[in-house]
Each structure stands twice: as C-alpha cells, then as structure tokens.
C-alpha cells in the first residue's frame, strides 16, 4: 500500500486514543484546551482519508467515513461548550463512532465504496 494510505491507517489508530485522553482531561481539568484541539485532529485524517479514497481509490466500507464525519461533526459542536455533562458526554459517543468506525474500515462491513 501507498503512503497516504499508510498515515491515514496509523493516525487513525491512534485517533481512537483521542476521545479518551479528552474525557479523562475534562474529567480532571475541567478546561478546555483539549477539546478544541482533538477536532482539528479528526479533521486531519478525514482530510487524508478522502484523499486515500479519491486519489488511491482504495475500497472501504460506506459507514466508515459517514461515522467519521458524524464523530467530527459533534468534536465541533462542543468544541467550544462549557457544560461537564454535554462535552463528556459528546465525547464519549465519539468514542465509541471512532471505535466502531474504525473496526468496520478493517473488517470491511457493509456496501463498499469504490471510485
């Protein structure tokens, strides 16, 4: 596999530690650095991930990226809230988009997309 495809992979991997580290910093600091930082990450690899697919044409299961793009969807919608329960609780929904997300990208579940 190419490159592209290989940092989208990886950085995906290690995405899915990002959630975590933002509730358990929330829970903590009560601040908010982190979840406004953590959806710009998201948005990295949805970025490197529509590239793998337009440019690599690399085939992937259609809920994959609409996981993703939910999950980065409610990482901006709280991004800049101030409310313990709305952003721990959105963060624990995107935890739990990004896992499944990204186990259905490796076992290839449902209608594949393919350019």
Known sequence: MNGLY????YYGELLMLV???VLV???I???TPMQRVAPIMLDINVLIGALVLLVQKVPVSVWHPV???IAMGIGHAVAKKDDRKVVLGAWFVNLIL????V???AMGV??????
């Open 29 to 31: 600091k009560n601040k």
């Open 67 to 69: 996981l993703m793009i």
């Open 6 to 9: 290989m940092i989208h992979k």
């Open 103 to 105: 186990r259905l990208a």
């Open 19 to 21: 959630p975590i580290v």
């Open 98 to 101: 990004i896992v499944v997300g």
């Open 110 to 115: 449902g209608p594949l997309i393919n350019f």
């Open 25 to 27: 910093w929330y829970a």
